[in-house]
């Protein structure tokens, strides 16, 4: 009891930094502050919070995990994350600078028409609200685990004082506070796995040298697959799904993108973009080194881990492990979380508001009416995840993202690389079709192919279709244009 009511104090004082953060950086609590920061925010400080901001507990707990399986493999997705930046920041940031937009998919709207852009909305909605639903989840069976069962709190309980603790530090702050507090998210979580590292140094009683040593012959620090191309870790898969996750989870993403758009200048969003990029790479690194020493203590001790996303925490509750270690996993997992959370409730109730309802000029009171309706969204959504976790979250949420984002991807890739009109009224079945026919070949592709199976290029596919019906539909354009 001892150890839950530290955790709960060192939760607390976090928690009241937010609030303190949030109230400073909040200002007037005005739309424009809310939906856009007002475009003056300092390109350090969004640099650090694009570090983070993508990060949330699931991150935390899932990239640790995966190492048991996959080693150090997800490296090759990092690099192509860096790849992708570039294109962001060359390609992506120049034309919402040019468009003034509030929300990305009002780019649609200018591009191919009105129902082109309910859809890219429709589709940011559906997979901003289910991902950040199920990385709350994670963070809610995590918090539960060490900190509300010992209490006697139920998870409906932490779930409903979660969201609440979430609407309430964005409720004014808007865009500003979420940029802010991810700048510290960035800060608190490098800390946390560094202490995490050092005390399981500590534990395993090696020097680092053996240390290093016994995670190369177990092959938990293998990185480049290169030797089966059936393979969902092979490096070309991995790497182009990499470069093209980042552009359609991070550029095509209103949730990560109105961060980018509160910088000062164009120049200021671009430079802030490439740096993040670099600065993510190390900090997973970082996490994928925690997840080693993890294993390798679970080895020491002759323990096993059904499933990846327990073994953070299953480390962490160990007897004889330093009470620190779940104090630690504890304020990791709610920093990253929380402003993970907070950010995507924000971009929500934008894109909601000046997408769905078409009112950019809405008034504040409406604005917070949406705020707190898709906070309950949220919270409804993380108690339906409970039956969910199964699978590694994190591949769960790149899976979900290659048919929710791949329709997004699709369409900004035609618009921007294509001149041709396509028949505004003909998107939306396009945009439907195109997950269907993708999950059709996902299911049948190891029969069809020779044993092969799709990984995280699923992504690419799903757009390569779209493009095909927005190509298709165009030509229909055409062919009445010449009769």
Not at 12 to 30: E, K, P, R
Not at 426 to 440: E, R, T
Request: proline residues 2%.
């Amino acid at each position: 009891m001892t150890t839950t009511l530290l955790t709960l104090a060192v939760v607390a004082i976090y928690v009241a930094m937010l609030f303190v953060v949030a109230h400073f950086s909040g200002g007037n609590g005005s739309n424009a502050k809310f939906f856009t920061g007002g475009r003056n925010q300092s390109w350090l400080v969004v640099a650090l919070a694009m570090v983070g901001a993508p990060m949330t507990g699931v991150t935390f707990i899932s990239v640790p995990g995966m190492v048991g399986a996959s080693g150090f493999s997800y490296l090759q997705m990092v690099l192509g994350f860096v790849v992708g930046s570039l294109v962001i920041a060359c390609v992506l940031i120049p034309l919402y600078y040019r468009y003034n937009v509030t929300s990305l998919y009002e780019y649609l709207d200018g591009r191919f028409g009105v129902r082109s852009h309910a859809m890219g909305a429709w589709l940011f909605l559906v997979s901003k609200v289910s991902s950040t639903a199920l990385k709350a989840f994670v963070a809610c069976v995590v918090i539960q685990q060490l900190l509300c069962t010992p209490l006697g709190i139920p998870l409906w309980a932490t779930t409903l004082a979660f969201m609440v603790l979430v609407w309430l530090y964005t409720y004014r702050g808007g865009v500003v506070a979420v940029v802010w507090i991810d700048a510290l998210k960035t800060l608190c979580m490098v800390l946390c796995v560094v202490l995490c590292m050092v005390f399981l140094l500590r534990e395993l009683e090696l020097p680092l040298p053996e240390v290093a040593s016994q995670a190369v012959d177990g092959g938990l620090t293998r990185v480049f697959h290169f030797d089966n191309i059936d393979s969902s870790l092979h490096f070309a898969k991995m790497f182009l799904a990499g470069v093209f996750m980042i552009v359609a989870m991070t550029g095509l993403d209103q949730d990560m993108m109105q961060r980018a758009l509160s910088s000062r200048s164009q120049r200021s969003a671009q430079r802030n973009m490439v740096v993040a990029s670099l600065l993510q790479g190390v900090v997973i690194a970082m996490l994928l080194g925690l997840g080693a020493l993890l294993y390798l203590y679970l080895a020491k001790a002759n323990l096993e881990v059904a499933k990846p996303d327990e073994v953070f925490a299953f480390v962490a509750t160990q007897k004889g492990m330093p009470t620190i270690i779940s104090i630690l996993l504890v304020l990791g997992v709610l920093v990253a979380t929380f402003s993970a959370t907070g950010g995507a409730l924000t971009s929500l109730t934008t894109s909601f508001a000046v997408d769905v309802l078409h009112k950019k000029g809405i008034s504040t009171t409406s604005r917070k009416w949406i705020h707190a309706a898709m906070a309950l969204v949220l919270g409804l959504l993380v108690l339906a995840f409970d039956r969910w976790s199964s699978d590694s979250t994190i591949n769960l949420v790149y899976r979900l993202a290659s048919y929710t984002y791949g329709p997004l991807l699709g369409l900004f890739a035609f618009g921007v690389l294509s001149k041709r009109t396509v028949r505004d009224g003909v998107v939306p079945a396009v945009v439907i079709l195109a997950p269907l026919c993708s999950l059709l070949l996902d299911l049948n592709s190891e029969v069809w192919f020779g044993g092969y199976s799709f990984g995280f290029e699923l992504l690419l596919v799903n757009a390569t279709f779209t493009i095909v019906g927005l190509y298709l539909s165009g030509l229909r354009i055409s062919a009445n244009s010449l009769s």
